[in-house]
């Protein structure tokens, strides 16, 4: 079974500072996909960032990014330039290539301040 | 915003009531999951479903029955609620089992 470890429960930065999450997983699977979903006091749940196994290019979306390091099992996420708007929780996600399922961590809280 | 609607957005019950929770998509998706989320957890899949009346159990189902007897539409029901299943449940949907799953606003449920 896949398990999805987010080892920071919660982080604090500063406004315009660069932020990194961790996430680590483990999986027996070649082909799959990861993502990062974040969660804003409103409870919803929106899709930040997606990655594909396959591609060695890091993700990119805006001030966001990614560090995928496929033999360490490593799924880090990058916010630049933190705005007051990304305080939230942050969980990382993953899906083998068939498998419909996503397995996520348990999430990291982040605030930024002003 | 994906067309999904869950409801009631928020129910209070007592233990050993019946309680069904909806999730409407608008989509035409063939995939809808359930998932609650607990503090500590993240989010765990309940039951999902592949098409009208396909299902499958996901990773904490003891406890939970699903229906889907047309697409947009996909029941999750409590038959005798316990508060060990005071939670937030959250629905999903997604056209092809690969895409990113994007979810509803969530149906806080608190069960005394």
């Known amino acids: 079974a896949q398990t999805v470890t987010q080892s920071q429960p919660e982080m604090s930065v500063q406004e315009a500072e660069t932020v990194t999450l961790s996430c680590t997983y483990d999986t027996s699977e070649n082909n799959y996909y990861l993502f990062w979903y974040k969660q804003p006091p409103s409870r919803q749940m929106i899709l930040v960032i997606r990655?594909?196994?396959?591609?060695?290019q890091n993700a990119t979306e805006n001030r966001f990014s990614v560090n995928f390091q496929k033999a360490a099992k490593s799924f880090s996420l990058k916010i630049s330039d933190s705005q007051l708007g990304d305080t939230a929780m942050y969980f990382c996600a993953f899906m083998a290539q068939g498998a419909q399922k996503l397995v996520f961590g348990q999430g990291t809280r982040l605030t930024i301040n002003p | 915003d994906a067309g999904i609607t869950q409801s009631p957005r928020h129910k209070v019950t007592e233990t050993g009531t019946p309680v069904t929770l909806r999730c409407h998509q608008t989509?035409?998706?063939?995939?809808m999951y359930w998932y609650r989320q607990d503090p500590g957890h993240g989010l765990r899949l309940i039951h999902y479903s592949y098409g009208v009346k396909d299902t499958d159990k996901g990773e904490v189902s003891d406890g939970y029955s699903v229906s889907r007897s047309k697409t947009e539409d996909f029941l999750l029901t409590l038959e005798s609620a316990t508060s060990s299943q005071t939670s937030v449940y959250f629905c999903a949907i997604n056209r092809d089992g690969n895409q990113p799953q994007h979810f509803g606003d969530g149906t806080r449920l608190s069960i005394l």
């Open positions: 990655q594909e196994a396959y591609k060695q």
């Open positions: 989509e035409n998706h063939r995939y």
